[in-house]
Nanobody
Framework: QVQLVESGGGLVQAGGSLRLSCAAS????????MGWYRQAPGKERELVAA???????YYADSVKGRFTISRDNAKNTLYLQMNSLKPEDTAMYYC??????????????????WGKGTLVTVSS
């Protein structure tokens, strides 16, 4: 199994930036695609962005043009650069690996395991 540790969250004003990191360990040989989900209070967890081992990316419409996903395979680390943050970006952010896809342009996480996440709070 893959273990995931997210970091980099915090409190930021609207329009600000944050960079999230996710360190993967364990059965990392099984990782192809990786991604970020988020869950706001009272809402379902949603896929924010994903990236394949070859660098193909997916972004939710709500973050296109503001967020950038990247990965450093040598360091087994996933990143999410978040710019022009909005209050509606406030959520707990979770890393997901391994993901499957792309299928029909999206990626899917089917594992039961989730890390502890990192909290992003954007004030207006």
């Amino acid at each position: 199994q893959v273990q995931l540790v997210e970091s980099g969250g915090g409190l930021v004003q609207a329009g600000g930036s944050l960079r999230l990191s996710c360190a993967a360990s364990g059965s990392i040989f099984s990782i192809n695609a990786m991604g970020w989900y988020r869950q706001a209070p009272g809402k379902e967890r949603e896929l924010v962005a994903a990236i394949s081992s070859g660098g193909s990316t997916y972004y939710a419409d709500s973050v296109k043009g503001r967020f950038t996903i990247s990965r450093d395979n040598a360091k087994n680390t996933l990143y999410l650069q978040m710019n022009s943050l909005k209050p509606e970006d406030t959520a707990m952010y979770y890393c997901a690996a391994p993901m499957i896809g792309p299928y029909s342009g999206s990626y899917y996480y089917t594992e039961d395991y989730w890390g502890k996440g990192t909290l992003v709070t954007v004030s207006s």
